[in-house]
């Protein structure tokens, strides 16, 4: 009788102990599950149109300039995980739609701050929803002929001006020589020196046909 009390305590006491031990083992993988981890989570918003699998997003540390690239699933969801700290750029590039940049201020365990490149103290919700800003387009609009183009062109503005002045000179000189006070005009503001200059005979038909 005592030895069946004896086995009796001894199967509770090795229960217990084994109830005890499984305990321990279960805390630190329940402190592992729900440690936190520095995690970016962002979602594209764009029209239907947009392919999101063709994208590329860029994560860029500012100072080391290391980066990490990650493409969006179908649904433009992308994510970023064990981040280290410190100061990061997000880009999205693309070849449909341009969207904004941002700065990414990771501080420590689940404290990231997102800002817009552009306005540094405004602080945006998380997850982050970027949204597209306008559609790039892929081939250049042809710019029709006008007269103004011409106008802001330097080489036609210098063809123009020969132009006028091989057009308007022959017409001023001969205003100058038919007006005698601008005659006047003209000698008067010549040198003494040029003015004493002996003018050289001309010799007339005349003159030829006399001497033969």
Known sequence: M???????????FSIINLSFANEQIKKPQQQQTTSSVNKLEAKLLAPNDAKFSSYRVKLRDINTFNEIVQIPTKDGIFSFVNMSN????????SMQYNFPHFKVDVL??????????ENETSILPLPLQIKATHKIPFFQQHVPFSIFSLVQN??????????????????????IEQDEETKE????STPALVQQLPEWPTITQKQLENKE
């Open 2 to 12: 005592k030895s069946n009390v004896f086995i009796l305590i001894f199967i509770l």
């Open 86 to 93: 410190g100061l990061y750029s997000l880009e999205v590039e």
């Open 108 to 117: 420590g365990k689940n404290k990231i701050k997102v800002r817009p490149a």
């Open 154 to 175: 330097p080489m036609a503005i210098s063809v123009l001006f020969t132009c006028a002045l091989i057009f308007l000179l022959p017409k001023m000189m001969s205003f």
């Open 185 to 188: 005009a003209l000698k008067a």
